[in-house]
Structure formats: C-alpha cells, structure tokens
T-cell receptor, first 114, second 116 residues
C-alpha cells in the first residue's frame, strides 16, 4: 500500500536559515504529492503540490520537486521566518481505485527562533 | 476565499455516547472526506463520499461510524457509541469533482473530540 516517510522533528532553525524537510514515498501508480502545513491551533492548509514527475510546486518561498527516480518530494526554503513555525505534512493522493485518498506522513515540526 | 467550516471546534463526551460532527464543504465541491489525527500520530483517512454514497472507507471506519449529507450544504460524521480511543482531531475536507486523484483537498479547521 501507499506510505509516506518524513524526517523526524522538531527541526530547530534560526531566522534566515535554509530549510530542508525530507519526504520519501511508496506508492502504486502515479500519485500526486502535496505539502500541507498546520499552524498552532489551526487546521491543515495546502502549501504546495506537484502532480507528475519533475514538476516543482512552490508557494510562499517554499518549493518541492517531484522526483520519481528517488521517490522523494523534499520541502525547501531558502530563508525561514519565525512565522514559518508550524507542523509540515507530506502527503500523496491516489490509489489503485483512483480515488483521491490522502496518505500522510507523521509530520515534522519546525521551530524558527529570532 | 471559500473555506471548509466545521462545528463544534471542541466536543467532550462520555464513553458510549453518540456524537455528530458537522462540516460545511466548499459550495461547488462534490467530493467530501473525513480524516482524523490522534494526538501525536499521523493524519489518517476515514471515508470519502460522493453522489450521496460512500466512495471509499478505511479499516478505521467500522459500523460505529456513519456519514450523511442531510441537506445541500452539511456533511456529518456520526459516531454511535464513542470509545476512549476515538479521542482525536477530526478533519473534514472537500474537493472538486474532476480527476479526483489530482484534485486538491481543502481542509476545515477540525473538531477536537475528547471521550471520557
């Protein structure tokens, strides 16, 4: 079945540092890949997505490239801000039935200090 | 910007009681979902719903759970007899109808359920 593996957190960075959160996946077929973000006390918000191999999703300075050869979708940002502190979830959609069930990773907490 | 809403934001109930969690999906969306997140664990898929019937459900979604779209706007999750292990954050999501495996699912803010 489908699965998503994310790096363990928390990730602690100083403001303006470079961020990488690793995500690898196992899936049948050709899934779409997503990063969702959960700010404290809030629900899940879509951050970015990529629907096919070599696509790059980007939003708010974050980006991730769909790498089929390494089954990865690592999240990167060149310069993090305190306001980026949140939990980040990697997810994939699609299964043998073709429905858009989302499979999530465990989430990675990011803490950015001034 | 349209958004998914959920009520209540928090619910505390006694074991064995029935609870109904409510969601209002984005108005032009046709696919609806429930997920849950037990504290400290992954977000897990429960059920998807389209055209007034369940499209897919996970092993978690047993006979104690049911979903309904009672009118043109609400989408509900009912737990008939709650157990301690049902304590979790429950998220509703919706997406547009075309090419479902590529469509973005938009999530509500969640209902935190605590079963005592």
């Amino acid at each position: 079945g489908n699965s998503v593996t994310q790096m363990e957190g928390p990730v602690t960075l100083s403001e303006e540092a470079f961020l990488t959160i690793n995500c690898t996946y196992t899936a049948t077929g050709y899934p779409s890949l997503f990063w969702y973000v959960q700010y404290p006390g809030e629900g899940l918000q879509l951050l970015l997505k990529a629907t096919k191999a070599d696509d790059k999703g980007s939003n708010k300075g974050f980006e991730a490239t769909y790498r089929k050869e390494t089954t990865s979708f690592h999240l990167e940002k060149g310069s993090v801000q305190v306001s980026d502190s949140a939990v980040y979830f990697c997810a994939l959609s699609g299964n043998d039935s073709g429905y858009s069930t989302l499979t999530f990773g465990k989430g990675t907490m990011l803490l950015v200090s001034p | 910007e349209p958004e998914v809403t959920q009520t209540p934001s928090h619910q505390v109930t006694q074991m064995g009681q029935e609870v109904i969690l409510r969601c209002v999906p984005i108005s032009n969306h046709l696919y609806f979902y429930w997920y849950r997140q037990i504290l400290g664990q992954k977000v897990e898929f429960l059920v998807s719903f389209y055209n007034n019937e369940i499209s897919e459900k996970s092993e978690i979604f047993d006979d104690q759970f049911s979903v309904e779209r009672p009118d043109g706007s609400n989408f509900t999750l009912k737990i008939r007899s709650t157990k301690l292990e049902d304590s979790a954050m429950y998220f509703c999501a919706s997406s547009e109808s075309l090419a479902p495996s590529q469509e973005t699912q938009y999530f509500g803010p969640g209902t935190r359920l605590l079963v005592l």
